[in-house]
């Protein structure tokens, strides 16, 4: 007579979906290791592509620095130019001189396209204060209204609103306390 017993045939063949999920789980382990303490600080003094220089919100600015916002109010994807001694996104190499109106001074520096924004889009920028900036509507036909602010980290917006003319520019200048005001 032969009796039919329930014994596994083989051991390994019970572990093999275990060995298979573990293997899985330490591929994943690996793949997701954070390799950013790996990639060496620039030296000082060294140029940086203009790509790494683009600023996406307040965070990225120098802590001295004022977080400046300009939002599009109205218009449709309107292109501005910017002037002055900022950090940015995309700068071509320097502006200016440009004479401003009071109580705004003569403006240099970089200059930088914010790349065509719609309405309600933003662009970021950092500025150490006690600066002046030209803002320069690079729209044949359509008239864009905008709102800037400059702020030091955790304190209250203060906005100040441009009517910008096609083909047209304005002179904004950023106090030390990163408020701003239109110069006439």
């Known amino acids: 007579m032969n009796t039919i017993t329930n014994q596994p045939r083989n051991n390994i063949w019970n572990r093999t ?55 599009l109010v109205s218009g449709d994807e309107i292109i501005f130019e910017l002037c002055g001694n900022f950090i940015g996104c995309g700068f071509d190499p320097s502006c200016g001189p440009i004479n401003a109106p009071a109580p705004c001074g003569t403006i240099s520096g970089v200059s930088a396209g914010t790349g065509p924004l719609q309405q309600f889009a933003t662009y970021f920028f950092c500025i150490s204060g006690n600066e002046d900036i030209y803002i320069f509507n690079s729209d044949q036909f359509e008239t864009a209204r905008i709102k800037v602010t400059c702020t030091i980290l955790d304190t ?17 200048q950023i106090d030390g306390d990163c408020l701003t005001s239109e110069c006439d």
């Open 156 to 172: 209250v917006p203060i906005f100040t609103t441009l009517e910008i003319e096609p083909l047209r520019g304005a002179f904004l």
């Open 17 to 71: 979906p275990l060995l298979s999920l573990l293997i899985a789980l330490a591929m994943v382990f690996t793949a997701c290791y954070d390799t950013t303490e790996d990639i060496p600080e620039p030296l000082a003094n060294t140029e940086i592509e203009a790509e790494q220089r683009c600023i996406n919100d307040c965070s990225q600015c120098p802590q001295q620095n004022c977080c400046c916002v300009i939002e």
